[in-house]
Nanobody, 125 residues
């Protein structure tokens, strides 16, 4: 049974930093592209960042230069380092795993077959 468990969310002031972690189990981690998505109240879930099995990354324009995704294939976590946070970054952040597209990074919700429960990130102004 595949499980993705996020942690590291919380409340932070604008300009601050947070690091999210996602612990994956029940899958061959190194074969999956791992992604982070977010969903703000009243909005659709949107792509944030992803990293494929060889470390290739892709970011949404809104977070490029501020967020960094990384993975540790030996220990299974995937991280999202978030710097220079803005109030508009407030959302529930979800970890997702895609094992269907090889090393190609996809940015759509439908491209990911496994999801975590999410962790709340709130950025105050």
């Amino acid at each position: 049974q595949v499980q993705l468990v996020e942690s590291g969310g919380g409340l932070v002031q604008a300009g601050g930093s947070l690091r999210l972690s996602c612990a994956a189990s029940g899958l061959t981690f190194r074969r999956y592209t791992m992604g982070w998505f977010r969903q703000a109240p009243g909005k659709e879930r949107e792509f944030v960042a992803a990293v494929n099995w060889i470390g290739g990354t892709h970011y949404a324009n809104s977070v490029k230069g501020r967020f960094t995704i990384s993975r540790d294939n030996a220990k299974n976590p995937v991280y999202l380092q978030m710097n220079s946070l803005k109030p508009e970054d407030t959302a529930v952040y979800y970890c997702a795993a895609d094992g269907s597209h090889g090393g190609v990074v996809v940015t759509t919700v439908s491209g990911y077959g496994y999801w975590g429960q999410g962790t709340q990130v709130t950025v105050s102004s």
